[in-house]
């Protein structure tokens, strides 16, 4: 196998970041050198696939949402923290760049393509249904754009494209296949919110458990994400309920609580659809309102669609509400055996695998893979 140097280029929070990782363990598999290009929210990494390699953490700010003044100093300083990338890279010289969205990828792929010429080959993975807007700015220069999902909107009429699925860490891809079980008297609830939870499923969640019949409250085992903030006041409640509960500001056994889930609450961002799915696990989705492309929405209208789980918008998102639906599917385990199903079908376990086979195929060391292309923004349906 010919060693080749990829740049990897994530940062930010975890669904930038972990299926990045999953694909750097894909690649050094295959014999190839890893280097990281990461913003300052990530960091340098000290254990896993990255920290065997080398680590550049750049500046840089999110435009997207910001005011005119603060959206020129962001973009000032990812123009000139492309400039310092590009200084880098031609140190590293390296034959692929692979950018996974959001501001961090912005640098090292801009880098790369002001190289010239003789830039390295460019990739950039959408983790979204809908085109994301860093992503929208590098697709007019990237190879190849992969995609989670089957169908994509906002993506540029021309560009090359391929579904890849979303690479998960190989912990949650392992789960992909053993099927959902049925609850018998205690019935395993997942909440969590994104990277640094969400404070409405803190005022949410247990208050719509406090309306269930006290029959199905003594069944529930509740494992909740949630801000530092609102940790003691939601053990609290659930304490003050009866109901057992482990509540956490961060989760580092995800694939051990998904594989004895029943249903799952949470956001739709694209790396939480895709370990949901792969796990094969019902889910009641939340999307973040105030996702810059709505990209949340269009997320879970796939699990939806499917009949893989449920979507409450976050302003009807109330305690009745999801106590109604709470009560609906703990006494049909039928219809959250349906949507087990259902997730397991959407489910893409090899996507790292997949995403790598696209990164070769770039670098001429292995023929062009089948995978199905993405229809245009014309021919979105999700």
Request: hydrophobic content about 45%; aromatic content about 6%; some cysteine.
């Amino acid at each position: 196998m010919t060693r080749r140097t990829i740049v990897i280029a994530a940062g930010g929070t975890g669904g930038h970041f972990f299926p990045a990782e999953a694909l750097a363990d894909a690649l050094e598999a295959r014999g190839h050198q890893l280097v990281l290009m990461t913003d300052a929210r990530a960091g340098a990494r000290t254990t896993g696939v990255f920290s065997r390699g080398p680590q550049y953490v750049l500046p840089g700010a999110g435009v997207a949402g910001r005011g005119p003044v603060r959206a020129l100093k962001a973009g000032l300083t990812l123009l000139c923290s492309s400039w310092k990338a590009r200084a880098i890279l031609r140190t590293v010289r390296p034959d692929a760049v692979i950018g996974f969205g959001g501001y961090p990828s912005v640098p090292p792929l801009l880098g790369a393509r002001l190289l010239g010429r003789k830039h390295p080959a460019l990739i950039i993975h959408e983790g979204n249904a809908v085109l994301g807007k860093a992503n929208a700015v590098l697709s007019r220069f990237a190879d190849v754009i992969a995609t989670s999902f089957p169908s994509v909107a906002k993506l540029p009429l021309g560009a090359r494209t391929a579904f890849t699925g979303m690479p998960v860490r190989p912990a949650i891809a392992a789960l992909a296949g053993e099927g959902w079980t049925a609850p018998g008297e205690t019935f395993s609830l997942l909440v969590w919110g994104g990277s640094l939870g969400a404070s409405v499923f803190a005022k949410v969640v247990p208050a719509a458990l406090g309306k269930l019949p006290e029959n199905l409250r003594k069944r529930l085992h509740v494992t909740q994400q949630a801000r530092q903030d609102d940790v003691d006041a939601t053990r609290k409640a659930y304490a003050d309920m009866g109901i057992t509960a482990r509540v956490e500001p961060f989760l580092n056994d995800v694939p051990a609580l998904l594989q004895g889930a029943h249903l799952v609450i949470g956001r739709a961002g694209g790396s939480s659809v895709a370990e949901i799915t792969t796990a094969g696990r019902p889910s009641i989705l939340v999307p973040l309102p105030i996702a810059a492309s709505d990209e949340q929405s269009e997320n879970a209208r796939a699990i939806t669609t499917a009949g893989a789980g449920w979507v409450i918008r976050q302003p009807d998102f109330t305690p009745t509400a999801l106590a109604d639906r709470l009560t609906d599917l703990l006494t049909a385990p039928e219809e959250l055996a349906h949507a087990a199903a259902a997730a397991a079908s959407l489910a893409r376990p090899d996507a790292a695998t997949r995403l790598a086979d696209i990164v070769e195929e770039c670098l001429h060391l292995s023929p062009s893979p089948a995978y199905p292309t993405p229809p245009s923004q014309t021919e979105f349906s999700v």
